[in-house]
C-alpha cells in the first residue's frame, strides 16, 4: 500500500489517503510516484505528493496541516514556537538543546528555555 497527501494551494496537507500497489505500478509492477499521483488526481482531483510511515520518502510522514517544503522535498510538522528553526531533516528544533538527566521539561517561548515539570 502507498501513502498519498493531498495539498492545498499553500502547500499545506489537506489529507492523506492510502493506494493500493497496482494503482501505483507500472507495467513491470514498478512503483512510480507519478503514476500514482495520476490515480489520485483521476478519482478525486487536487495536487498531489507521496509519503511514507517510515520516512523514507520525504523525510516525515505527512499528516494534516503539515506543510509539503518543495525546497527540501520534506514534509514539516506545524512549527511549534516561532524561536524552533527547522534542521535538514525537517524536524523542528529548540534553540537550545532540552536537558538530558531524566527529568520531565516543557518548553518556556518567553524565557526560550527548558523548564521542569513539578513532578505530581
Excluded at 43 to 64: F, M
Excluded at 92 to 116: F, H, I, K, N, R
Aim: proline share 5%; with cysteine; aromatic share 12%.
Amino acid at each position: 500500500m502507498a501513502h498519498f497527501a493531498e495539498l492545498d494551494e499553500n502547500n499545506v496537507v489537506k489529507r492523506v489517503i492510502v493506494v493500493d500497489n497496482k494503482d501505483t505500478a507500472d507495467a513491470n509492477g514498478n512503483e512510480i510516484e507519478s503514476i500514482g499521483v495520476a490515480f489520485c488526481q483521476k478519482l478525486l482531483g487536487g495536487n498531489w505528493k507521496q509519503t511514507s510511515y517510515n520516512g523514507n520518502i520525504r523525510k516525515n510522514y505527512a499528516g494534516i496541516g503539515y506543510a509539503y517544503l518543495a525546497d527540501i522535498d520534506a514534509f514539516a510538522a506545524p512549527q511549534p514556537y516561532p524561536s524552533w528553526t527547522l534542521d535538514a531533516n525537517a524536524q523542528w528544533q529548540a534553540p537550545v538543546s532540552m536537558p538530558e538527566d531524566g527529568e520531565m521539561y516543557s518548553w518556556d517561548e518567553a524565557t526560550l528555555s527548558w523548564v521542569a515539570v513539578p513532578k505530581e
